[in-house]
């Protein structure tokens, strides 16, 4: 079983840069597409950033040219470099992995069968 574990996260400033990692524990993400979700207190879980097998990306209106979600299949890791961030971009961040490939990106949760435990980021204003 794939256990994607997220790092990366922590307590910054409006402004300021951080950069997620999703490695696989237990196995490998075999080129599956692959995502980054957010879920705040009060909210309901939401897509930032995908990414498809074959490069193909989306960003949530609310993160685009800010932040860049990328992977490296030969680390087996997916990264989400987060630039400018602003409070409310507080959350906690998930990553996602599909067991397949996709040439398409994946935006619905239920679309990924491999979820990580999360990681928290906070942005102060």
């Known amino acids: 079983q794939v256990q994607p574990v997220e790092s990366g996260g922590g307590l910054v400033q409006a402004g300021d840069s951080l950069r997620l990692s999703c490695t696989a524990s237990?196995?490998?993400?075999?080129?599956?597409?692959m995502g980054w979700f957010r879920q705040a207190p009060g909210k309901e879980r939401e897509a930032v950033a995908a990414?498809?097998?074959?490069?193909?990306?989306y960003y949530a209106d609310s993160v685009k040219g800010r932040f860049t979600i990328s992977r490296d299949n030969s680390k087996n890791t997916l990264y989400l470099q987060m630039n400018s961030l602003k409070p409310e971009d507080t959350a906690m961040y998930y990553c996602?992995?599909?067991?397949?490939?996709?040439?398409?990106?994946?935006?619905?949760?239920?679309?990924?069968?491999?979820w990580g435990q999360g990681t928290q980021v906070t942005v102060s204003s």
């Open positions: 237990g196995g490998t993400f075999r080129a599956g597409a």
């Open positions: 990414i498809s097998s074959f490069g193909a990306t």
């Open positions: 996602a992995a599909k067991r397949t490939l996709s040439t398409a990106v994946i935006t619905a949760a239920r679309g990924y069968d491999y």
